[in-house]
């Protein structure tokens, strides 16, 4: 399996920040890598797959790049909602995740 | 798009377990799923999948040989049999629904699977 990188750890932000975060696999995955956002005591949602499609109902605030082993999720301006951990996934390999605070 | 997972509790270490995950609002036989978990304040860790008629199954390494899947098409149902259990396998299973490359689109609301003596 791949292992995936995220940075940062946790993150503190602002309504209306831009907020950036990333996901690094260490080899080569095309544009295999997904988006969730999960909240406490939620399961997780699907946000962003295949590297930067949105789903289906997914704010368009919410954007992702990348290809290859570095992929970044963008939020261009956070809604109170907004604020949960974030994971990449390649296959059966979740990212540690990204807490985004207040 | 529904799926409502159901059988989780507390087991004794060495213990088995039947976890259930009911589909509807969708054509569960035309979906690979799948079954991820997650230890009380820890990340997502993907268990294993099962193929659209069962048929091939892959599981994580840290659960072979303990954990097996099955489906029932005809009741739109999967399910995850877990024996062996050990204290690390406490967590929140989820089933998810697959999409193409192995993405997780629809999710239930989880179980608790407490391993503990």
């Known amino acids: 399996d791949i292992q995936m990188t995220q940075s940062p750890s946790s993150l503190s932000a602002s309504v209306g920040d831009r907020v950036t975060i990333s996901c690094r696999a260490r080899q080569s995955i095309t544009s295999y890598l997904n988006w969730y956002q999960q909240k406490p005591g939620k399961a997780p949602e699907l946000l962003i797959y295949?590297?930067?499609s949105l789903q289906s109902g997914v704010p368009s605030r919410f954007s992702g790049s990348g290809s290859g082993t570095d992929f970044t999720l963008t939020i261009s301006s956070l809604q109170p909602e907004d604020f949960a951990t974030y994971y990449c996934q390649h296959r059966g390999t979740f990212g540690p995740g990204t807490r985004l605070e207040i | 798009v529904q799926l409502v997972e159901s059988g989780g509790g507390l087991v004794q270490p060495g213990g088995s377990l039947r976890l259930s995950c009911a589909a509807s609002?969708?054509?569960?036989?035309?979906?690979?799923m799948s079954w991820v978990r997650q230890a009380p304040g820890k990340g997502l860790e993907w268990v294993g999948q099962i193929s659209r008629d069962g048929g091939e199954k892959h599981f994580v390494d840290s659960v072979k040989g303990r954990f097996t899947f099955s489906r029932d098409n005809t009741k739109n149902s999967l399910y995850l049999q877990m024996n062996s259990l050990r204290a690390e396998d406490t967590a929140v299973y989820y089933c998810a629904s697959e999409g193409s490359g192995t993405t997780f689109v629809s999710w239930g609301q989880g179980t608790l699977v407490t391993v503990s003596s």
């Open positions: 295949a590297a930067s």
């Open positions: 609002g969708f054509t569960f036989s035309n979906f690979w």
